[in-house]
């Protein structure tokens, strides 16, 4: 199985294009990634005009990826403390414009207001606040996430178990964890795509025992229904460059 489109060719484990000028930088640990196959039309109709749902073998995919963020900062400068780690959920799909692959976010759920503020304003990203946690418990990642704000409701348990590392991604691996920069709404018409890079991921083969799970409803999807294909990471620092405004 392959990508359905042009994307394969940008589309590799290491980043083909480092970022020129980092505006941030910061750490993605102990990271899930659970993805579920949705029809294409499904995830196209939550889609801003200009962006195309990038699919694999005719499908597009939907992930809820837990994961720790931790030592956000300016380049060269010392992390900002504590306001600058904190764990984040996430509910992404995988879009192209013009040839360039990247994620689109339906919302990002964190426990830190102030980010949540900065980044919405900043980047133009579905940030939301509540409770959430994101951690090892034995051999065990467990998250959870409980939103309040901008909306109160929605929320996310999963608990994953990381197995053996996998020592040869699979075309499907790399299409859905080589994403090399993002898509978010701009003002009017426009969009805003800011590009990142890190080493490559060192991805493990994983076990999803518990998902209970309400964030992908609440983004506008069916209820994912079957096993996620699961994957765990010990995680990468990030390199953040300054989001730039696309037209159409």
Not at 59 to 68: E, K, M, R, T
Not at 201 to 211: E, F, K, P, S
């Amino acid at each position: 199985m392959r990508p359905d489109d042009g994307s394969i060719r940008r589309l590799r484990p290491d980043c083909p294009e480092p970022v020129r000028r980092a505006v941030m930088k910061q750490g993605w640990w102990d990271l899930a990634y659970l993805h579920w196959r949705y029809d294409p039309d499904e995830v196209a109709r939550l889609l801003p005009d200009g962006l195309e749902v990038d699919t694999f073998d005719g499908g597009a995919w939907v992930g809820l990826v837990p994961f720790s963020m931790r030592g956000i900062g300016v380049p060269r400068l010392p992390a900002v403390p504590w306001l600058g780690s904190f764990p984040e959920v996430n509910v992404r799909t995988y879009v192209i414009r013009n040839g360039i692959p990247g994620v689109w976010f339906f919302s990002l759920d964190v426990n830190r207001l102030l980010p949540a503020l900065v980044a919405r304003a900043a980047y133009r990203l579905p940030y939301c606040w509540g409770s959430a946690s994101n951690a090892m418990s034995g051999h065990s990642l467990v998250s959870s996430v409980s939103r309040r704000w901008p909306d109160r409701g929605p929320s996310t348990r999963t608990v994953v178990v990381p197995g053996e590392e996998i020592s040869e991604q699979s075309p499907l691996e790399v299409f859905l964890t080589a994403r090399w920069g993002l898509y978010s709404r701009g003002y009017g018409r426009s969009l805003m795509y800011a590009p990142v890079d890190h080493p490559r991921w060192v991805l493990h083969r994983a076990r999803a025992v518990t998902v209970d799970d309400s964030l992908v409803v609440a983004a506008g999807l069916p209820a994912p229904t079957g096993e996620p294909h699961c994957m765990f990471s010990p995680g990468v620092p990030v390199r953040v460059g300054l989001p730039r405004r696309v037209t159409w």
